[in-house]
T-cell receptor
Framework: SQQGEEDPQALSIQEGENATMNCSYK?????LQWYRQNSGRGLVHLIL?????REKHSGRLRVTLDTSKKSSSLLITASRAADTASYFC??????????????FGQGTILTVHP | NAGVTQTPKFQVLKTGQSMTLQCAQD?????MSWYRQDPGMGLRLIHYSVGAGITDQGEVPNGYNVSRSTTEDFPLRLLSAAPSQTSVYFC??????????????FGPGTRLLVL
C-alpha cells in the first residue's frame, strides 16, 4: 500500500507564481524526502527533512513537516517553465529498519506555463 | 562517475518469456533497490538489497527475482513475463549517511512492454 498520498494530483500555474504540493503519510518515519521527475526520466532528489525538523529551505524550495499530522508540504517559489515535472514525496522508515526501502507517494504533476 | 546505469532502455517481451534487467552503480553504495512505476501509482518497491549477498522483498515482489553478487550490480529477473508486468522499471542506489539518513540516486529507467 502507498505510504504517501499527494495533493493535488495535478497543478497548473503561470510562471512567477508559487506552487504548493502536499503529502500525507501513515506511519512513523525517520525522514521525508521530495524528488522530481522530468517526463521520461529518472527521479532526482530535491530535499530531505528529518523527523525532528519542522522546516527546511533549499534555493527556491521550502519544505515543512508536521509529524503530529503526518503531513508535509513542498513550496516552490517564483516558479519557472523549467519546473514543469512530477514531484514525489518519499518516506524513510525509522533507523534500525531497512535502508534502500523508501515508500513513494503517487506524485503531483506540476505544469508551469510561460 | 556514470552514477546508476540501466540496460536496456526499452524492451518488448511476449507473455511467458524471461529476461534480466541490468542495473549497475559506480558510487560504491551499499543499498540498491528496484521500483516499478505505473500510471497513477507512483513508485512501488519490488526488491532491495542492503549489501552484496543480501536481498529482501519489497511491496510487489511476485514474478521477480534478484541477486546481489557484487556491490556494483543488482540485476532484476522476470521469470515468466505477464502483461501485468508492463511498466517502467527504475533502479536506485544509496549510502547510509550520518543520523541514518539516505537519499537515493536513480537510473534512467527501463520501459518494458509485455504482449
Amino acid at each position: 500500500s502507498q505510504q504517501g498520498e499527494e495533493d493535488p494530483q495535478a497543478l497548473s500555474i503561470q510562471e512567477g507564481e508559487n506552487a504548493t504540493m502536499n503529502c500525507s503519510y501513515k506511519t512513523s518515519i525517520n525522514n521525508l524526502q521530495w524528488y522530481r521527475q522530468n517526463s521520461g526520466r529518472g527521479l532526482v532528489h530535491l530535499i530531505l527533512i528529518r523527523s525532528n525538523e519542522r522546516e527546511k529551505h533549499s534555493g527556491r524550495l521550502r519544505v515543512t513537516l508536521d509529524t503530529s499530522k503526518k503531513s508535509s508540504s513542498l513550496l516552490i517559489t517564483a516558479s519557472r517553465a523549467a519546473d514543469t515535472a512530477s514531484y514525489f514525496c518519499a518516506t524513510a522508515p525509522l533507523p534500525g529498519t531497512s535502508y534502500g526501502k523508501l515508500t513513494f507517494g503517487q506524485g503531483t504533476i506540476l505544469t508551469v506555463h510561460p | 562517475n556514470a552514477g546508476v546505469t540501466q540496460t536496456p532502455k526499452f524492451q518488448v517481451l511476449k507473455t511467458g518469456q524471461s529476461m534480466t534487467l541490468q542495473c549497475a552503480q559506480d558510487m560504491n553504495h551499499e543499498y540498491m533497490s528496484w521500483y516499478r512505476q505505473d500510471p497513477g501509482m507512483g513508485l512501488r518497491l519490488i526488491h532491495y538489497s542492503v549489501g552484496a549477498g543480501i536481498t529482501d522483498q519489497g511491496e510487489v515482489p511476485n514474478g521477480y527475482n534478484v541477486s546481489r553478487s557484487t556491490t556494483e550490480d543488482f540485476p532484476l529477473r522476470l521469470l515468466s513475463a505477464a502483461p501485468s508486468q508492463t511498466s517502467v522499471y527504475f533502479c536506485a542506489s544509496s549510502r547510509r549517511l550520518a543520523g541514518g539518513q539516505e537519499t537515493q540516486y536513480f537510473g534512467p529507467g527501463t520501459r518494458l512492454l509485455v504482449l
